[in-house]
């Protein structure tokens, strides 16, 4: 049922204290308000998010984040979809889906259609999609996600899945902010094996093979294998968890509750051991400084002297009358007196 609290107002930001009261409540309308205006660029939008951010905080950090990422074609959204109903339906639990679209580096847009193929979730009253545009940020997520996942666990939501962009260069904001990261993969081990960053292995916490049905079966069963001696090849956990490798079938809903079990086994033995607060903690603190690193150089693009001067050095790196990195620094240099001034 609509809010009377959305509802009262159609345009313009709502008070403070109705997107707190609303968010708190676990109203769908003003939760999806209260994520747009953590999303807008304007700078009054930006001082109302944080305002209310703090008013939430003793309501947040009581869910399960879940990581998703995976090679292309491989069925991430037709897996939520299996995943998220055996969730909701078969557990009756809350879930929200922060689903990551790649933006266009030329219209800066994206489709956002990830609804349309979350078609069981998409009319579940338990369940809440929020598809949102990568709008470049580099690391798999989306440059607020991080806020919308802390919006989500106060609205109520005790599973928060987190569907990144794609196995990309770099995938290591989505461990950051994930309390368990799985890699979905396809049958034909050795050739995607190959495609996928060290790094990306080394991060994951467990490995689903999609599609094992029909004909495929035997073939996932064989590419299980695979990963699993391959995973065994690199160094362990610091956690103490061992990655498990399973089969699933998105379409049969096959593997779905046991792919489950594995999260809820690393839950509880990262628990136990103190390493899953020592992981949210890591990932608090990358938080911070990647928000550090963002307004420095937010900070440095506005400035008055720099935005002079960075459209003649652009135009020279463009030409070849100056190297990128003669060009850095002389904008380094005209920035470094405002940075360097002490109190007395």
Sequence with gaps: MRSSLATSRHGGRLPLEEYRDGVLAGDRVVL???????????????????QLLDAILPSIGKTRRLGITGVPGVGKSTF???????????????????????????????????????ERLAVNELAFIRPSPSGGHLGGIGRRTRET?????????????????????????????????????????????????????????????????????????????????????????????????LCCSSLECTGI???????????????????????RMRGELQWMHDLISNGLRDTFRSHPAIAELMPQLEQEVRVGRSTPLAASRRLLDVFQPDRQTTRT
């Design 32 to 50: 999806a308000r209260a994520i747009t205006l953590i999303e807008s660029d304007l700078a009054s939008d930006a001082e109302l998010g944080i």
């Design 80 to 118: 939520i979809d299996a995943l998220g109903t055996h969730l909701t339906r078969d557990r009756g639990e809350r879930l929200a889906v922060l689903s990551i679209d790649p933006s266009s580096p030329i219209s800066r847009g994206s489709i956002l259609g990830d609804k349309t193929r979350m």
């Design 149 to 245: 996942i802390l919006l989500c666990e106060a609205a109520g939501y005790r599973n928060i899945f987190i569907e990144t962009v794609g196995v990309g260069q770099s995938e290591t904001a989505v461990h950051a902010v994930s309390d368990f990261f799985l890699l979905l993969m396809l049958a034909g081990a050795g050739d995607q094996l190959q495609g996928i960053k060290r790094g990306i292995i080394e991060m994951v916490d467990g490995m689903a093979i999609n599609k094992a049905d029909g004909h495929n079966k035997t073939p996932a069963e064989r590419a299980r294998a695979e990963y699993a001696s391959a995973l065994r090849l690199f160094p362990p956990s610091p956690d103490g968890w061992a990655p498990r490798v």
């Design 257 to 279: 509750a046991e792919i489950w079990q594995m999260v809820l086994d690393h839950e509880a033995q990262l628990e136990v051991s103190g390493k899953l607060a020592q992981r």
